[in-house]
């Protein structure tokens, strides 16, 4: 698990952040989609008062959840998002587990090379908080070490990004209804072991070019590269 300090300082900072926000800001725009978790924690006492709504985001629910079990068991990272590709494109809803393999996705088609799945966690009680994102880092994580000072975190489904210090103070002081984060924690993350998209090939990031030139930045949109570390 790892815990981030507050004295983070990038070169090139402004082009970077630029990049995540454009990862951030095409991931929810390429692909609108429905989220149980966030309309229901949103403003629960609202939506217990509407039995129909209610039922409504139960049965979109667990169309996320069949949706996950039919690709639980694949290795394939390529497969995997395809299939993450059909869930969000077909049946229009997703957490914050699609939104993070989509933006993972974006970040590898453009050129990002080193791009993970992370989990929060509280390192007080060593226990994982029900949220994932995505963190780029300047160099390839090696052991679960990471640079804290070199590492952005990039979050669609709260339509978040920057550096991973900023990022993760802002879920303790923006999104802590809405994440569900107990008082007094220390927030973290952990690498996740799900859609390792190191594990995208060439080939395999071609063919989503192919298919998606869409969610490419082209050079006018960003002239001088895509989450360039100096």
Known sequence: MQSINNKVSFTGTKQLLRDADWICRKTTSAFPMISPTKIYFSNPDKIVKNPKFTKFLWEKSMQIQNDRKDRYFLKSPFKFLLEVLYSVSVHKVGNCAEATSLAGMIAKMNGVENCYRISLTDLNECSKI???????????????????????????????????????SRYESEFHKLLRLSKNLS????????????????????????????????????????????
């Open 187 to 230: 927030i973290g993350f952990k690498m996740s072991a799900f859609g390792n998209f190191q594990d995208l090939n060439s080939k395999e990031i071609d063919v989503l070019r192919l298919v998606h030139p869409d969610l490419v930045c082209k050079k006018k949109d960003n002239s001088k590269g895509f989450i360039r570390f100096a």
């Open 130 to 168: 029900d949220h994932t994102a995505l963190l780029i880092t300047k160099k390839p994580i090696k052991n679960r070490i990471i640079n804290s000072k070199e590492s952005l975190i990039i979050d669609p489904w709260l339509g978040i990004s920057g550096r991973a210090a900023d990022v993760l």
